[in-house]
């Protein structure tokens, strides 16, 4: 299924009143869900990997325990992780300051950065208020759902 295809998927939802589509085919897997008024609140695109997936269960395992070193280490810092799948970009536009950086203090609400997602740019919000410690991600990069994008200080 190709972009075309999705974003002609999105506008059919949006028109025809229905409230969430589910659609599972044999490596995609879309949800779209929208408001009574037809508005297309979140729409989710899935690449599920084709069989057998065991070559890439087994590369997780061995990278897991380096990776949990350093979250031991920063056990009093908040994880911020992307909630959407998608494009992460650190600034609102290409001529605009970034949101944050190293060292900046955020309040609940701020917005940290903004995660592309077929063609919807979507304002990540913080949920905490605290110190930006470590930003995980470079601009421009896709993230996955749920990836760690940035480390803040709640103290």
Do not use: H, W
Request: aromatic share 6%; net charge negative; glycine share 4%.
């Amino acid at each position: 299924m190709d972009l075309k295809e999705i974003q002609n998927l999105i506008k059919f939802v949006a028109n025809s009143g229905v409230a969430e589509v589910k659609l599972e085919m044999d490596d995609v897997k879309i949800t779209i869900r929208t408001t009574l008024e037809g508005n297309v609140t979140e729409a989710t695109y899935v690449q599920v990997p084709a069989q057998p997936v065991l070559p890439q269960v087994a590369v997780p395992q061995q990278i897991a325990p380096v990776a949990a070193a350093p979250v031991a280490e920063n056990s009093n810092y908040i994880t911020i992780k992307s909630p959407i799948i998608g494009t992460f970009y650190r600034k609102p536009s290409p001529d605009k300051p970034m949101f944050v950086e190293v060292g900046s203090t955020i309040a609940k609400g701020d917005v940290l950065c903004v995660i592309e997602a077929m063609k919807l740019f979507n304002e990540i919000e913080s949920e905490v208020s605290g110190k930006i410690v470590k930003i995980l991600v470079d601009d421009m990069s896709p993230v996955e759902y749920d990836q760690p994008l940035f480390l803040v200080d709640p103290s």
